[in-house]
Nanobody, 121 residues
Framework: EVQLVESGGELVQPGGSLRLSCAAS????????MSWDRQVPGKGREWVST????????TYAGSVKGRFTISRDNAKNTLYLQMDSLKSEDTAVYFC??????????????WGQGTQVTVSS
């Protein structure tokens, strides 16, 4: 029932920008906190950012703070990740995920299939 579909990943040069989108369906989107995570082959999945259900509070991993911005449009059931000043270290598959409650303290219950972001010259 729950579906999360990421899009927007592509090849970009260092210093460039991308905006990822996550289209959500099958649940009341506005009731749940949402997160972005990323994964590099051979490494564990790394948390990137979380936003509360109403968008009032956002948190970021130290590695992306100041460069990435998470946001959501509850009217469109869509989660976004604006990525600026991209570095090669940001290369990964990016996943959106749904929490089990309205705040980031709740656990995750679903993940999308991911979208590939490659930062390279």
């Amino acid at each position: 029932e729950v579906q999360l579909v990421e899009s927007g990943g592509e090849l970009v040069q260092p210093g460039g920008s991308l905006r990822l989108s996550c289209a959500a369906s099958g649940f009341t989107f506005s009731n749940y906190a949402m997160s972005w995570d990323r994964q590099v082959p051979g490494k564990g999945r790394e948390w990137v950012s979380t936003i509360t259900s109403g968008g009032g509070r956002t948190t970021y991993a130290g590695s992306v703070k100041g460069r990435f911005t998470i946001s959501r449009d509850n009217a469109k059931n869509t989660l976004y990740l604006q990525m600026d000043s991209l570095k090669s270290e940001d290369t990964a598959v990016y996943f959106c995920s749904k929490h089990t409650g309205a705040t980031s303290s709740s656990g995750r219950s679903y993940w999308g299939q991911g979208t590939q972001v490659t930062v390279s010259s």
